[in-house]
């Protein structure tokens, strides 16, 4: 099972790099297109804002999501660094990842109220005639995985409190 998780985990991190890599170069790209349009040629191109915003909103959520898989995101680790025992350190560990589980749950439960009330009103982004669900599913993503990651989280600060249990 821990094979078969590590590996889910290593395709999951290969497709936001990806998404990744995709987005980024779309948002370039679209806005350089729009300066130049509108500088040289004094031309709006239609849609391309809306595009960029849409691959930014992917760009920013994969990013997110991917900082909570390396445990990159901001942190506020003073007293987390004064700790001095490893079993002290992953209590602390615990509490906070238990915090980050509640944050998240509530976070996914806004998305999916969020994209329940979309189905039943369903709309579209007018110019690129797209459903608007397109630009709220980014936020799914990053709200299932930080549940997921905070899980993660307590599963580890968990393995290190009975692992320190065990030297005392």
Known sequence: MIAFLAMADR????????????????????????????????????GMHEASLLAAMWLYMAGAV?????????????????????????????VVAVLTLVIAAIFALWVWKMLAWGMKRP????????????????LALAAVSAVLYALR????????????????
Request: proline fraction near 4%; avoid cysteine.
């Open 66 to 94: 991917m900082a909570s898989r390396r445990s990159e995101h901001l942190v506020v680790d003073f007293l987390a660094t004064s700790l001095r025992t490893p079993r002290a350190r992953a209590i602390h560990g615990l």
């Open 11 to 46: 395709v999951f991190a290969w497709l936001l790099r990806a998404v990744i890599l995709a987005t980024s170069a779309i948002v370039t790209l679209s806005l350089v297109a729009l300066v130049i349009f509108r500088v040289f040629f004094s031309q709006s191109l239609l």
């Open 153 to 168: 989280d307590i599963a580890r600060a968990g393995l290190q409190i009975a692992q320190s249990g065990k030297g005392a």
């Open 123 to 138: 709309q579209i982004i007018p110019v690129l005639n797209l459903p608007l669900w397109y630009a709220q599913a980014p």
